[in-house]
């Protein structure tokens, strides 16, 4: 079992930045990657951006250049720096993690946008 919590979601204008953290029960060592997705309101979950125990990462077009994911191994935490944040942003952003071939989910925090 993998216990995730995610910290940092919030209200910010369109053009600002915000850093969503997401602390493992576990080593990550133990996780084979992690990642964040998100679910906007009357849409599906979607991938956000992914980091690989080797350190490969992988975004979504959509936040390509403005959005960072990073490990943080002595900490068992994941980082998603998000930055020139936009409206269509705004959705319950999730913490996930793989390992033995399952998937663990945070709760879920939310980040809003406004114009």
């Known amino acids: 079992q993998v216990q995730l919590v995610e910290s940092g979601g919030g209200l910010v204008q369109a053009g600002g930045s915000l850093r969503l953290s997401c602390a493992s029960s576990?080593?990550?060592?133990?996780?084979?990657?992690m990642g964040w997705f998100r679910q906007a309101p009357g849409k599906q979950r979607e991938l956000v951006a992914t980091?690989?125990?080797?350190?490969?990462?992988r975004y979504s077009d959509s936040v390509k250049g403005r959005f960072t994911i990073s490990r943080d191994n002595a900490k068992n935490s994941v980082h998603l720096q998000m930055n020139s944040l936009k409206p269509e942003d705004t959705a319950v952003y999730y913490c996930?993690?793989?390992?033995?071939?399952?998937?663990?989910w945070g709760q879920g925090t939310q980040v809003t946008v406004s114009s």
């Open positions: 980091v690989h125990g080797g350190g490969m990462t």
């Open positions: 576990i080593s990550l060592g133990s996780i084979s990657a």
């Open positions: 996930n993690a793989e390992r033995n071939y399952a998937k663990y």
